[in-house]
Every structure is written in C-alpha cells, then in structure tokens.
C-alpha cells in the first residue's frame, strides 16, 4: 500500500477482495469539478491501502493505525469497505458504527476517508449491479453520518487483468469496455446523488502501470472515442493511483518512468495522478517491493520520487501498500501481517 517534498500547489459479511519528465509545458486544462477541487484539496497526498478489518473495527487498533499515520505523516487512508444484504434489492454497511467512529477521529487528526472496494470481477456485466448496489450504500451511509467528518469518496482496486479471458483479444476488448462503463455508471450514481454531488463525494481508482505500454491491445473505443484505457479511466476518475512497484525513484524501469503517460495525460485534462510503493512480502517478484530491505532505501525513494514530480501539477503524492506490512517496514510492527 514521509519526508515532505516542495509542491507547487448468504449473506454473512461480505468484502470483495485484489519518457520520463522532469518538467512539463503549461497546459491549458478545463475548470475542475467540484469532487475533482475536492481531490485537489487533499494534496500532496500520503495514503496507505488499509484492507483488514480487525485495523478499523476495534476502537485500540484504530487508536494504533491513526497514531501510526500521524507519526508517518499519511493523511489519506483507503479502507476497505464491508457491507450486508439489506433486503433482495439494496445492501447497507457493515460494522457501521466503528467505521464511523474512525472516520470521525481520523478527521479530527486531518485524515481522510475514503471507502475501497476491488476484485477481478467486480466491474463485469455480471458483477457490476451488485458492485453499484455496493456503491449506493456507501452513498446512504455517508449521507447518515451525524458527526463532523464524512468520508471523501469512493476508491476501486479493480484489478480486470487478473479474469481468464485478458490475454484473448476479443475477451479483453469486452472486459475493458466493461471496466469502463462501470466507471461511466458510477460517476454517474454520484452525480444523481444530491448529497454525493453536493459535497464533492470523489471517484477514484488504482491501475496498473502496464496499460499505455500495452498500446494497441489496450485501446478501446468508448462513446466515439477511441484511446488507451488509462485515458478512458482517467476521463471518468477524479484521480488515480498507479501501481507503480518499483524500488527506484527515476531512471530505467522506475516509478517515475512507470507514471509517465498517465502523468503527462492527467495534466491535460486538469487531473492527477498518485504513484504507488509496496512493503508486501512477494516472494516471486521480490525485487519490486521494500519488503526486506533498509528502511532508509524506502525514504530515499519515497523522497526522491517526490521532489522529482513537486512542481508537475499532475502529480498528486504517493500511496503506500499496505497497513500492516508498512507498520513492519518503518519498524512499528513485529507482526508480518498485511
């Protein structure tokens, strides 16, 4: 799932589960949005994955994560959303009370919330009515919420190249358009919401950093146009983050090298985006995460990273994956849990 840089600006409980530039020209963009000035105003971003919920549901262990984050200096946090069957139609949060006790506190701390949900398979035709059912709770509890603080928006992990049918061409055309509808719908189911909209409620998501190298076979047309998936998710997201899993800040194969596209194309169209850095274990692809190795390389990436993109009005900060892991890296957790 810092050192400050300079900027220039059934139904038991369910949870679904998975050119490098230095500078750039002045780019004309369109005003923002009011979720987009929302997004904006979080910036530079410092946000952790948080996917367990025995890190949010016990009042301790959110004392624990919000004191972490204050000692690390995050102040986003993405918590992965659990919800129940209402009735056959609607679905309403789980654990409700505590999630809204840790929005409230990580508020008072100047944290913010945002609810995250992701699978394979969440934004398939078949799976995306139940995933907006998902979405429409979210809604309804954050327009429940009586005290100060609400959650900020709504982040995805949809993750559509781990299906069986991406590596198939004509698979991956249907799979992409259907990541992209939904992301269409959702944005949409926001905006016909009168509190969602009213407050700025923000749609975001994470994507790998392979789709603008894939070129062709990631181009997809959608409403006449037809552009690289990132684009098209872009268009429709107020921010991304990109899983960037590099150990390196700049140069060949880095973090830097890996945002480029999407760095330079949220500037266009007065976006941004958030790079990424993993503290998972990943015995079969040690070499992109920190897990293992010196806390002080993690910094100086971190770092690094962020005083290369500080003036880039495209870049909005780094996230980091995840909780657990993290807590280990930076020496606060024995327990190698993510």
């Known amino acids: 799932m810092w050192p400050s840089a300079v900027w220039a600006d059934s139904d038991p409980v369910s949870a679904s589960a998975d050119t490098q530039a230095t500078t750039a020209p002045a780019i004309e963009a369109p005003a923002p949005t009011l979720s987009q000035a929302r997004a904006q105003a979080l910036r530079p971003i410092k946000g952790l994955w948080v996917w367990q919920k025995r890190w949010t549901d016990d009042l301790n262990e959110q004392e624990r994560l919000l004191d972490f984050c204050d000692d690390q200096g995050f102040n986003l946090l993405l918590v992965q959303i659990h919800t129940r069957r209402a009735n056959d139609a609607t679905r309403k949060v789980a654990y409700a009370e505590a999630f809204e006790r840790l929005i409230q506190a990580s508020g008072r701390r100047g944290i913010a919330v945002e609810a995250l949900d992701g699978g394979p398979r969440q934004a398939s035709a078949k799976k995306q009515a139940s995933t907006l059912a998902i979405l429409q709770a979210i809604l309804a509890f954050n327009a429940q919420i009586t005290g100060e603080h609400r959650l900020s928006g709504v982040h995805y992990d949809i993750e559509p190249y781990g299906m069986p049918g991406w590596k198939e061409t004509q698979t991956r055309q249907v799979i992409m358009h259907d990541l992209v509808t939904f992301y269409d719908r959702a944005k949409q189911a926001i905006a016909e919401d009168p509190f969602a909209s009213g407050m700025g409620f923000t749609l975001s998501c994470d994507i790998p950093m392979s789709y603008d190298s894939m070129g062709e076979k990631a181009t997809l047309t959608f409403k006449d146009k037809s552009a690289n998936l990132h684009e098209h998710v872009q268009d429709l997201c107020d921010y991304i983050g990109i899983m960037s899993y590099r150990t390196q800040a700049t140069g060949p194969n880095s973090v830097s090298e890996q945002i480029a596209g999407e760095l330079a194309y949220a500037e266009s169209i007065g976006s941004f985006v ?65």
Do not use: N, W
């Open 274 to 338: 958030c790079g990424a850095l993993e503290t998972l274990k990943l015995p079969k692809t040690p070499q992109i995460t920190f897990h293992g190795k010196p806390v002080e390389r993690f910094h100086e990436t971190l770092d690094a990273v962020q005083s290369e993109h500080a003036q880039r009005s495209g870049y909005g900060g780094t996230l980091i994956h995840c909780y657990g892991s993290a807590r280990q890296l930076l020496g606060e957790e024995t327990e190698p849990s993510p």
